[in-house]
């Protein structure tokens, strides 16, 4: 049985990783520069997806640093554009809602989150929401997740993870927590071996909770 749900954000509750990826390509492509997407899939896990493949090709820092304040602009707009929904998120947050707590835990930055659920329904069933700058260590590092557990006073037996990304299951690995991974077209070539569920939809949760 468990009490306690951590989600992850991106992928998992809302569909905005390949826009995230789109943005970082548009920024690059303008210093003439094409973001491989294989190499950026692979590079998420280390937090390094877009600006990997800049160094490696020779651009400079402050080139980067510029282009990482424009790679942000566009995606934010297309936050504000694009179609980023996932169908049942909400009705499954409602229902789950009936059985356990829960809560966020994303590497997003505050402003992104924010500029997301401004007319969305999500976060009325969580309890917090931690996000990029709540934490010192970004995932893999198991912080994240610890955070979250501290703050519910949770143990890690009562809690599920819900990723959708290999270095969002290696952070609640290390963390001690289990994870059911939700399948995500963007993120389907990740190692997830160590995870303890594999779903195709958040609706499926309902079952993992009550085990």
Same mark, same amino acid.
């Not at 690059?28 to 899939?41: C, P, R, T, W």
């Not at 969305?120 to 709540?134: A, G, N």
């Given at each position: 049985?468990?009490n306690?749900?951590?989600?992850?954000?991106?992928?998992?509750?809302?569909?905005?990783?390949?826009?995230?990826?789109?943005?970082?390509?548009?920024?690059?492509?303008?210093?003439? @520069?094409?973001? $491989?997407?294989?190499?950026?899939? !692979?590079?998420?896990?280390?937090?390094?997806?877009?600006?990997?493949?800049?160094?490696?090709?020779?651009?400079? =820092?402050?080139?980067?640093?510029?282009?990482?304040?424009?790679?942000?602009?566009?995606?934010?707009?297309?936050? !504000?554009?694009?179609?980023?929904?996932?169908?049942g998120?909400?009705? *499954?947050?409602?229902? @789950?809602?009936?059985?356990?707590?829960?809560?966020?835990? *994303?590497t997003?930055?505050? *402003? $992104?989150? $924010?500029?997301?659920?401004?007319k969305?329904?999500?976060?009325?069933?969580m $309890?917090?929401?931690?996000?990029?700058? &709540?934490?010192?260590?970004?995932?893999?590092h198991?912080?994240?997740?610890?955070?979250? @557990?501290?703050?519910f006073?949770?143990?890690?037996?009562?809690?599920l993870?819900?990723? &959708?990304?290999?270095?969002?299951?290696?952070?609640?690995?290390a963390?001690?927590?289990?994870?059911?991974?939700?399948?995500?077209?963007?993120?389907?070539?990740?190692?997830?071996?160590?995870?303890?569920?594999?779903?195709?939809?958040?609706? =499926? @949760?309902?079952?993992?909770?009550s085990?």
């Amino acid at each position: 049985m468990k009490n306690y749900i951590l989600f992850d954000h991106d992928g998992v509750l809302v569909d905005t990783e390949f826009w995230y990826f789109k943005a970082g390509e548009r920024a690059l492509a303008e210093i003439g @520069l094409i973001l $491989d997407e294989e190499q950026y899939v !692979r590079d998420m896990n280390q937090g390094i997806g877009t600006w990997a493949q800049a160094r490696a090709a020779g651009i400079d =820092e402050a080139t980067i640093d510029r282009q990482r304040g424009i790679r942000d602009r566009y995606y934010q707009d297309y936050l !504000r554009t694009e179609s980023i929904e996932i169908d049942g998120v909400v009705e *499954t947050l409602a229902e @789950l809602s009936k059985h356990v707590r829960m809560a966020i835990v *994303t590497t997003a930055k505050r *402003t $992104d989150f $924010d500029l997301i659920h401004e007319k969305r329904q999500i976060t009325q069933f969580m $309890d917090f929401v931690l996000t990029r700058e &709540d934490y010192n260590h970004s995932k893999p590092h198991p912080e994240p997740y610890l955070t979250g @557990l501290s703050l519910f006073g949770a143990t890690a037996s009562e809690t599920l993870v819900v990723e &959708d990304s290999a270095r969002g299951l290696n952070s609640a690995v290390a963390a001690g927590i289990d994870c059911a991974i939700v399948h995500n077209e963007f993120t389907a070539t990740h190692d997830f071996s160590a995870a303890t569920h594999r779903i195709q939809t958040l609706r =499926e @949760l309902k079952d993992i909770i009550s085990l």
